[in-house]
Antibody, heavy 121, light 106 residues
Framework: QVTLKESGPVLVKPTETLTLTCTVS??????????VSWIRQPPGKALEWLAHIFSNDEKSYSTSLKSRLTISKDTSKSQVVLTMTNMDPVDTATYYC?????????????WGQGTLVTVSS | EIVMTQSPATLSVSPGERATLSCRAS??????LAWYQQKPGQAPRLLIY???TRATGIPARFSGSGSGTEFTLTISSLQSEDFAVYYC????????FGQGTKVEIK
């Protein structure tokens, strides 16, 4: 069974850097065509794709947030890490990770349960 | 960036009735279109990929159609568990989501 689980701080202060971890099971991050994305959803709003990492370690970022995001993976730990710098209250959202399994042109399935991050002083 | 536009924003439907949701892409995404269902407090769940292929375990009352820039999700006979928010997503050029359609009980 393929599962993903997000972890990280519940509360961060403005200007701080957010670090989130996605721990996967049921597949290997080194398997060809496998990848993991991060997606966020502000309360009551739509989904927004943030970043993606492929099995070959190639990365892609949302154009609007590229300067603030870094995605990386530790295959031995089955973890994908997202960092977002200079956090602001507008970054308050539930952050999800999700798997792709057919390379670049692939949908997200499954998703993690999500983790709510609040940005406040 | 490809912009996905969903309509309507809210759809009021009685149980047992048909629901038709629309999704338009700002440029062609071929058939690289997925639909997700999201219930309150839950992560999105994949319903449809490839514009028309049901994901594993998805009931046959859910169907998808379209290609290029115009897509439709149809729920043939709404059940109580189908009232939720539905998102379309293109994966032809990285990934973008629509703004969602909320299907509510009439």
């Amino acid at each position: 069974q393929v599962t993903l689980k997000e972890s990280g701080p519940v509360l961060v202060k403005p200007t701080e850097t957010l670090t989130l971890t996605c721990t996967v099971s049921g597949f290997s991050l080194s398997n060809a065509r496998m990848g993991v994305s991060w997606i966020r959803q502000p309360p009551g709003k739509a989904l927004e794709w943030l970043a993606h990492i492929f099995s070959n370690d190639e990365k892609s970022y949302s154009t609007s947030l590229k300067s603030r995001l870094t995605i990386s993976k530790d295959t031995s730990k089955s973890q994908v890490v997202l960092t977002m710098t200079n956090m602001d209250p507008v970054d308050t959202a539930t952050y999800y990770c999700a798997r792709t399994s057919l390379g670049i042109a692939s949908w997200f399935d499954p998703w993690g349960q999500g983790t709510l991050v609040t940005v406040s002083s | 960036e490809i912009v996905m536009t969903q309509s309507p924003a809210t759809l009021s439907v009685s149980p047992g009735e048909r629901a038709t949701l629309s999704c338009r892409a700002s440029q062609s995404v071929s058939s690289n279109l997925a639909w997700y269902q999201q219930k309150p407090g839950q992560a999105p769940r994949l319903l449809i990929y490839g514009a028309s292929t049901r994901a594993t375990g998805i009931p046959a009352r859910f169907s998808g159609s379209g290609s290029g820039t115009e897509f439709t999700l149809t729920i043939s006979s709404l059940q109580s568990e189908d009232f939720a928010v539905y998102y379309c997503q293109q994966y032809n050029n990285w990934w973008t989501f629509g703004q969602g359609t909320k299907v509510e009980i009439k």
